[in-house]
């Protein structure tokens, strides 16, 4: 979902131009040029390392020592995993973030060898979110190189559990109750250039599963069986969903995982799915999530009603995930420098909600977007993921443009 000609506040663009006019300042873009056989041999090394929602360990010490030898000695990791690296300010009164998850959606035993077709590498998360980390990473050393000082304190992060059943952990533990408080945050997730992200697509994940005593498919027939329920609750789900999800604001619904059973002549002790809704309205997604609570319970009835012998089947309807929907701004500050420093680089800035890191701290009340991390890509999520550095690099100077504004 988008929101095209965006309105612009001169005063932005009066700061940026200011900003870039400065000699130090632009000794910074012009390292980020400089540095991409750096950029992607990194990207290489950070791909090829598995990062799994809550199997982010190993890429996260990666990501640490680059911090490191890109200049900076106050790199720690918190409880949950999150890799934070503090560069200090001239004064040190305010936090201004700059992040990028480090997981990604695939199993541990992927296989993550980048391959090389013409000028696209291929390879599962090379672009979603590897390139993200390598965005960030890129931008902390143009500032090192050009020695630039902040009146902010800009914390360089590699955040946790924005994939899958991660539920946002990372952002969680960043912005709880008691925690340093940050002021502002810029994430970088997907997109081309023009991509700027100010309102969160929200989301509820549930695992449902139906269970029952098992028995042999001819022996014990007759007993209600967990398969037959979950087909039943699919079909009735995917009927009852259609009036919310053809009408009004955007909303959608999915089936991504179901498992169960033992073998093909066999009744199944339990059977389970895993699904997603999402919409950028809170009351729609509430509405969907109604349907899905009816649909289940419906399902298990009509299975136990029609059942021949033996104890009924139960179900459980377990939340495994929630990220609220949340409304931006487009008029707030950190959105006018973003789409300012878009402009100065002759793109038009295409404004849009999406799921992201960003939609905790936007519920939140705190200034937040959700950048590009540059160049193209296709096919995420996919084995046939890739990325293409057409033009990676203005997508990292708008970031930072957008950063010392």
Known sequence: ????????????????????RKNDVQHAPEHILFLEPRSRADLIDITEIP?????????????????????LNEVTVDEVGNVIDKRPAIRGNRVVAYSAHLDTVFPLETDLTVRQEGSRPYAHGIGDNSRGLITILTALRAMEFAEL??????????????????DLRGMKQLFREGADRIHSLTAVDGGSASRIV????????YRVSFAGPDGHSWGAFGLANPHHAIGRAIALFD?????????????????????????????????????DMRSGNQEELIQIDAVIQSAMQQALD??????KTAPELSLSIER????????????????????????????TPDLQISSTD????????????????????????????????????????????????
């Open 1 to 20: 979902m988008s929101q095209s000609e965006p309105n612009l506040e001169a005063v932005y663009a009066d700061q940026a131009v200011q900003l870039v």
């Open 51 to 71: 990062a799994p929602p809550f199997r982010e360990s190993e890429r996260a010490l990666k990501f640490q020592e680059l911090l490191k030898e890109a200049g």
């Open 149 to 166: 000082k902040t009146e902010a304190d800009v914390w360089f992060i590699g955040n946790v559990g924005e994939e899958g059943l991660g």
């Open 198 to 205: 100010y309102g969160g697509v929200g989301s509820h994940r």
């Open 239 to 275: 009927e009852q969903a259609l009036p919310v999800t053809r009408e009004g604001p955007k909303t959608s619904c999915n089936v991504g995982s179901l498992g169960g059973g033992t073998s093909v002549n066999s009744i199944p002790f339990e059977a389970w799915i895993e699904l």
């Open 302 to 307: 009509q299975e136990n009603t029609e059942r």
């Open 320 to 347: 495994v995930g929630t990220r609220p929907a949340a409304t931006g701004d487009a008029a707030q500050p950190i959105m006018q420098r973003a789409m300012t420093a878009t402009q100065a680089f002759g793109i």
């Open 358 to 405: 960003a939609n905790l701290p936007i519920s939140k009340g705190i200034p937040v977007i959700t950048m590009s991390r540059g160049g193209r890509g296709g096919n995420s999520h996919s084995p046939e993921e890739w990325w293409d550095n057409n033009d990676g690099h203005i997508s990292i100077q708008i970031g930072l443009i957008t950063l010392l504004t």
